[in-house]
């Protein structure tokens, strides 16, 4: 995401609580910020990605977070999952200091995101979305405003629930039709030249056939999102089954791989 903003024009700085991991983007044009507190102060839009709800308050509101300096008529945009209490309770600390805020989980993993394809949940007024607009046409091939803070969030856990039912069920499929006689590649051809068939099913089919699950996105984070959409009150007949599957395969000791890592853990 930070390379594509650079190649649109757009000067960046950046800054990683392991620094470390800033080397490759500095390398293709960033700046590094000395700390939270000058990256926002410095900067007219700050852009959030972090990992769960806890590490992005503490960046926000910790007394060396981005809210600590002088950051009136600056716009946030958190492009973390957290859940919409979160985003709202991000949202309110913003206002104390006269910032604006704005949320835009994304739809996609590695590949969109390199590509400039992802596609942006935002939650907020219309006018930081008009602000932000020329920003997410560069990461994204579409955003959509969902709604005032909160909604963006809520759309994110709804899609990912989707994400978990999908890949839950194309590891059950196979493995249904494996133990039937079903070759698994012949399987994996039927779903995805059929009507089943989606652009995940056949994104993953290749990790099945290989049984290899390097992480795009990976598994811990889905379990993480299942269990906010629960808190959230998702009550849907196969929520908890889904939920406790993710939470397991992650207790298993696979929560650093991919999410289709759920078929290794099924498989059993």
Do not use: W
Request: hydrophobic share 45%.
């Amino acid at each position: 995401m930070v390379s594509n903003l650079i190649k649109a024009g757009y000067p960046v700085a950046v800054h990683n609580r392991k620094r470390d991991k800033e080397k490759e983007v500095l390398q293709a044009g960033a700046t590094s910020a000395a700390d939270l507190a000058s990256l926002a102060t410095e900067s007219e839009i700050i852009f959030i990605m972090v990992s769960d709800d806890e590490a992005a308050k503490q960046i926000f509101t910790a007394a060396d977070g981005l809210l600590s300096g002088s950051v009136a008529g600056k716009l946030f945009i958190n492009v973390s999952t957290v859940s919409p209490e979160t985003s709202r309770y991000l949202n309110e600390h913003c206002q104390k200091c006269e910032a604006s805020f704005m949320e835009a989980s994304v739809s996609g993993s590695v590949k969109p995101a390199q590509e400039g394809k992802l596609i942006i949940l935002a939650g907020g007024s219309q006018q930081a979305y008009e602000q932000a607009k020329p920003i997410f046409d560069v990461l994204g091939k579409l955003s959509i405003l969902t709604g005032p803070v909160g909604t963006g969030a809520a759309a994110k856990l709804a899609v990912n629930y989707l994400l978990g039912l999908t890949l839950q069920g194309l590891a059950e499929t196979v493995q249904f039709a494996k133990a039937n006689g079903v070759k698994t590649e012949d399987m994996l051809t039927i779903i995805n030249e059929g009507a089943v068939g989606s652009g995940i099913t056949k994104l993953k089919s290749p990790a099945i056939l290989k049984g290899e699950f390097p992480a795009a996105f990976a598994l811990k984070h889905l379990a993480k999102d299942l269990r906010l959409a629960k808190e959230q009150g998702l009550a849907a007949p196969l929520s908890t089954p889904l939920y406790e599957s993710f939470k397991q395969a992650q207790g298993a000791g696979l929560g650093e791989e991919d999410v289709m890592a759920i078929y290794k853990y099924l498989d059993k």
